[in-house]
């Protein structure tokens, strides 16, 4: 089993930034992906950011210049630097390990919400 705690949301102003992080726990592969979804208000869920452990980081157009994923595979923590936040950014985001298989792993999510 895999367990994932986000830290970090918040509310914050249009423009500004704010600075997500997960760590995973227990069963880990040394192969995996790790990544950010977020869910806005009556939206579906939605890739943000993902880095796969030895491949190429993807993200959302939505996104793209803003925002920059990383990770330490040391620790097992993903992070999400969020920079020129805009209101359309408000959802909960989601952490989430994709172990081989594929096993799926969520985070409990965090809120992020951006005034205007």
């Known amino acids: 089993q895999v367990q994932l705690v986000e830290s970090g949301g918040g509310l914050v102003q249009t423009g500004g930034s704010l600075r997500l992080s997960c760590a995973a726990s227990?069963?880990?592969?040394?192969?995996?992906?790790m990544g950010w979804y977020r869910r806005a208000p009556g939206k579906q869920r939605e890739l943000v950011a993902s880095m796969p452990s030895g491949g190429r980081t993807v993200y959302a157009d939505s996104v793209k210049g803003r925002f920059t994923i990383s990770r330490d595979n040391s620790k097992n923590t993903v992070d999400l630097q969020m920079n020129s936040l805009k209101p359309e950014d408000t959802a909960i985001y989601y952490c989430q390990l994709v172990n081989p298989g594929p096993k799926y792993y969520w985070g409990q999510g965090t809120q992020v919400t951006v005034s205007s």
């Open positions: 227990g069963s880990i592969f040394r192969i995996n992906d």
